[in-house]
């Protein structure tokens, strides 16, 4: 597919010498080995092992068999030119019923990633939870239950103890919209449930456990390292009239849901208002907005599209673009009379809108309310149809589509550095194509493609055109020679 308007298309932009270019991987996605060393049962596992919750019945038990190939895969992005590398570690690995003493093989799974990323001069990005909650804790009620926040303070204690001298940047959480809404609320992701007050109450006990963390890792690691969290905030566009008010609401519950207590240190005021006919938010006890506002170093902004949103005007329109009516779960609990229009083109195979004006909107306006905090890019990719052709030196994917869609979101990073805002870093999403949750392994977002039949890792040419970058911080041409 083509993308359409040419407004951002430039190249021989340079970036700052210490910018990172990254990327990213998530543990579920591309390690395998579900059964080995002692790793414990997830959500995950379960959940696409339950029939019809992913497509085709895939589930991660191979995936990209990361866990055995991380030699190989370490060996890649070193000639790949990548600065740092941003994994998340497998909780059940580590504790494999979610409480306990660590277990030592799968600490020293993750100290080898780490010491090959640095023998490699790659800067090793960690993040603690990117989904894979022990089953054994979702079976007590899992991020609805204030234990599992405890739990996760451990868990960190236990793994900053293990990494914490060598480390560069810990991150809590990933996308705990996600984790919290489309887990609890939508029932799309592991673990399936749709309760629209519980997915609050995850939310505030991810919250919790984000808090922790930090407390824990601070206490225990020995080489001064960053804190973040990375967050997937949305930005949001309103239409017409009701724009400004429908864009109050999802900024609430989407992004200031997690951004007012671990930013700003309270719950926003509307957002308490406006989920009042759900939730009385008593699961917020004395003490936890303190534990839950930690000074951070950096935040994780993952971005992929735009949303637009007005409100819906009267009965019987319960259907947005996104689908969730008013009588079916949704990931916006207490928000049934906000309505998602469908938005211009072009799309991804996702469906989801290429829009990079608006990463550029998103970091201005993250700037603008919390203008002290520096900003990495730790998400940003597409996933397309790629097609794998026979070149001179065996098998090639010329993904045009991918490097103008990176190419795009790069200049709008950098567009954004060039208005003050104190940019540190882009990671693309993925590094290898890989397990994409509820859409399975249908939906190829690496610049390294995988073949999930002999698991023979290709670079795309888009993972070219990124080491160009990464070798140079000058964006290349479309085009490699
Ligand atoms: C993000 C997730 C990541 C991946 C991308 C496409 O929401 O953090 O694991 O699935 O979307």
Redesign the pocket.
């Known amino acids: 597919m083509t993308s359409g308007s040419t407004d951002y298309r430039d190249s021989g932009l340079v970036f700052p010498e210490s910018f990172v270019f990254g990327s990213a991987t ?1 543990s579920y ?1 591309v390690e395998g080995a579900v059964r080995e060393d002692g790793r414990g049962q997830s959500i995950w596992d379960t959940f696409s092992h339950t029939p019809g919750r992913v497509l085709n019945g895939d589930t991660g038990d191979v995936a990209d068999d990361h866990y055995h190939r991380v030699e190989e895969d370490l060996d890649l992005m070193k000639r790949l030119n990548l600065g740092a590398y941003r994994f998340s570690i497998a909780w059940p690995r580590i504790q494999p019923t979610g409480r306990g003493p660590a277990n030592q093989a799968g600490l020293d799974f993750y100290s080898r990633l780490v010491d090959g990323l640095l023998e490699r001069g790659i800067t090793p990005v960690a993040t603690l939870y ?2 894979d909650l022990p089953q054994a804790l979702e079976d007590e009620g899992g991020w609805t239950n204030r234990e599992t926040a405890l739990a996760f303070g451990e868990y960190a204690r236990l793994v900053g103890h293990a990494l914490g001298d060598r480390v560069a940047v810990w991150t809590t959480l ?2 705990p919209w ?1 984790a919290a809404y489309l887990g609890y609320a939508l029932g799309e992701h592991a673990p399936g449930r749709t309760e629209p007050r519980a997915s609050f109450q995850a939310a505030h006990h991810l919250n919790l456990a984000h808090g922790l963390a930090v407390q824990a890792l601070r206490a225990v690691v020995t080489n001064d390292p960053q804190f973040s969290v990375t967050l ?1 905030l949305h930005a949001l566009r309103g239409d017409g009239p009701t724009g400004a008010e429908a864009v109050r609401r999802i900024d609430a519950i989407g992004n200031r849901v997690f951004t007012g207590p671990m930013l700003h240190g309270t719950y926003p005021a509307d957002l308490l208002e406006d989920t009042a006919s759900i939730t009385d938010w008593s699961f917020v006890l004395e003490g936890d907005t303190e534990i839950i506002h930690q000074k951070l170093d950096v935040l994780g902004v ?1 971005y ?1 599209s735009t949303s637009l949103v007005r409100m819906r005007n009267g009965a019987g329109d319960a259907g947005g673009a996104d689908g969730h009516g008013e009588f079916d779960a949704s990931p916006w609990p207490s928000a049934d009379d906000v309505e998602f229009l469908p938005q211009p083109g072009p799309f991804t195979s ?1 469906g989801w809108n290429i829009e990079p004006s608006g990463l550029e909107e998103l970091l201005l306006a993250v700037r603008a309310e919390f203008p002290e905090m520096p900003l990495m890019v730790t ?1 940003n ?1 597409v ?1 397309f149809e790629d097609v794998v052709t026979e070149g001179e030196r065996g098998r090639v994917v010329h993904d045009d589509d991918r490097i103008d869609y990176l190419r795009r979101h790069l200049t709008a990073a950098h567009r954004a550095l060039a208005a003050g805002v104190d940019l540190r870093g882009y990671f693309v ?2 590094l290898l194509d890989n397990f ?2 509820s859409f399975g392994y249908s939906m190829r ?1 690496g610049i390294v493609r995988v073949d999930f039949d002999t698991l023979e890792r290709i670079p795309k040419d888009s993972a070219h055109w990124y080491a160009q970058l990464a070798a140079t911080r000058t964006i290349p041409e479309a085009r490699l020679g």
């Open positions: 998530a996605q990117h989904w990933n996308e996600c997937n993952n992929y996702m998400e990719g996933a999403w993925s994409e949750w977002f």
